[in-house]
C-alpha cells in the first residue's frame, strides 16, 4: 500500500506523534488535511 501511495506522488510524512514512527508505521496527509495512518501492528 505504502509503494502504491508513493507511485501516485504522496510522499510519506512525519506525523507529530512520535508513537507511529516508533511502531514503523507510515503516515500519510490528504488533500483535505486528514492523517492516513498506515501501521503495521495488527489491531
Given at each position: 500500500?505504502?509503494?502504491r501511495l508513493a507511485a501516485a506522488g504522496h510522499e510519506p510524512r512525519l506525523s507529530p506523534n512520535e508513537y507511529w514512527?516508533?511502531?514503523g508505521?507510515?503516515?500519510?496527509?490528504?488533500?483535505d488535511g486528514y492523517w492516513l495512518i498506515l501501521s503495521p501492528a495488527a489491531w
Open positions: 500500500m505504502v509503494a514512527q516508533e511502531t508505521a507510515c503516515c500519510f496527509v490528504d488533500p
